[in-house]
Each structure stands twice: as C-alpha cells, then as structure tokens.
C-alpha cells in the first residue's frame, strides 16, 4: 500500500518570501500522479498543483513549484512570494496510474506572517 | 461552472441514529469519492462511484454505505452512528476513473454526533 509523509506539522514565513514544504511517499509502483491540495480555513480542498511520475519537468503554477525526485521519492512544493492567503494547511497526496483513490499525507499547516 | 455541491453543510445527530449525505459532482464529471476527514486519521478514502458502480473502496464498516444515481449525483449514508463518525466528509468528483484524472472537492459536510 502506498503511504505520503509530511514531516513538517506546522511552518511559518514571512510575507514575499519563500517556502518549501516537505512531502515524501512509497510505492513500488512506476507510473503515478502526486498532488498538492490546499485546505484554508473554510476547509474547501483546492488543487494548487499537479505532477506526473513520467514526467521529468517539474511542473510550476505562477508562484507554485514543485522538485519531484523521483528516485528519492520526494515531492516537495515551493512557494515563492508568500502571501497571506496563503496561509492554510496543505496535503501531499498519491493516485496511483489508475484509479481516482488520493492517499494523502497528514498535512502541513503554513502561517504567512506580515 | 458549479462546482462540487455537498448538502448540508451542518448536521447534528444523536448516537444509534443514521445520516444521509448529498452530493452534485461538477456537470460532465462522472465520478464522485467520498473522504473522511477527522483530526486523528487525517483524511481518509470511503469510496468511489462511477456510472453508478461502485469502483473502489476504502477501509471502513459496512455502516458506511453509498450509492450514485444515473445523473452522477451522489449520496453516502452512515448507519449506527458512532461518536467516532463525527468529522467532515468530503466529496469529491472528476470526469472519469481512469488514468490521472485531475480530483475537484467540495466544501464538506460537517458531521456531529452526541
């Protein structure tokens, strides 16, 4: 079974700076999608981005990057020019080649302090 | 475009007593899950339907039931209700349930139970 570890519970960062948080998985499988959700404090679950195993280009959203290692099986995210909304809890997740189930890790809380 | 729409938002119900919950996948999405969501186990899978079968499952009691009509809504019942039931439960939905399909979830019921 697939497992996602988030080892940063909690992390804070000044406003326009950057952050990276954490997120590594296990599978035995080669061929798989790995998400970053947001989850602010009304609880909505919002995609932030996406990243396939096959892929070797990290993808990017505007202000949101992801380093995929694939060998290491590390997905981290990096926010660059944190803002105050920003500021949520957010999941590493795992979906395998097939098949809508996402095993999510535990999550890591982001304040963005002015 | 409307997105997931989960009904009711909030709910109240008493020990022993059972809960129905609805769900409106985005127009054109096929596939609606079901996640769990409490602080001790994080979010969890229930299960998934599509084109009113159910696809895949997760690892709860058969007291967690769902089902998906022919116009993809969804709804998941919980019978028996145990104080360890209260959570918000999370819908989610995407076109098919085939290979990296991109997952939307909506706002969550709130489940409480006394």
């Known amino acids: 079974a697939q497992t996602v570890t988030q080892s940063q519970p909690e992390m804070s960062v000044q406003e326009a700076e950057t952050v990276t948080l954490s997120c590594t998985y296990d599978t035995s499988e080669n061929n798989y999608y790995l998400f970053w959700y947001k989850q602010p404090p009304s609880r909505q679950m919002i995609l932030v981005i996406r990243?396939?195993?096959?892929?070797?280009q990290n993808a990017t959203e505007n202000r949101f990057s992801v380093n995929f290692q694939k060998a290491a099986k590390s997905f981290s995210l990096k926010i660059s020019d944190s803002q105050l909304g920003d500021t949520a809890m957010y999941f590493c997740a795992f979906m395998a080649q097939y098949g809508n189930k996402l095993v999510f890790g535990a999550g890591t809380i982001l304040r963005v302090k002015s | 475009k409307a997105g997931v729409t989960q009904t009711p938002r909030y709910l109240i119900k008493t020990r022993g007593q059972q809960v129905t919950l609805s769900c409106s996948p985005i127009s054109g999405h096929r596939s609606v899950s079901w996640y769990q969501q409490t602080p001790g186990q994080g979010l969890q899978f229930l299960f998934e339907y599509f084109s009113e079968t159910q696809r895949n499952k997760g690892n709860f009691p058969g007291r967690f039931s769902g089902r998906q009509f022919s116009n993809s809504r969804s709804e998941m019942n919980v019978s028996t209700l145990e104080l360890g039931d209260s959570a918000l439960y999370l819908c989610a939905s995407s076109l098919g349930t085939g290979s990296g399909n991109t997952i939307y979830f909506g706002e969550g019921s709130w489940l409480t139970v006394v």
């Open positions: 990243q396939e195993a096959y892929k070797q």
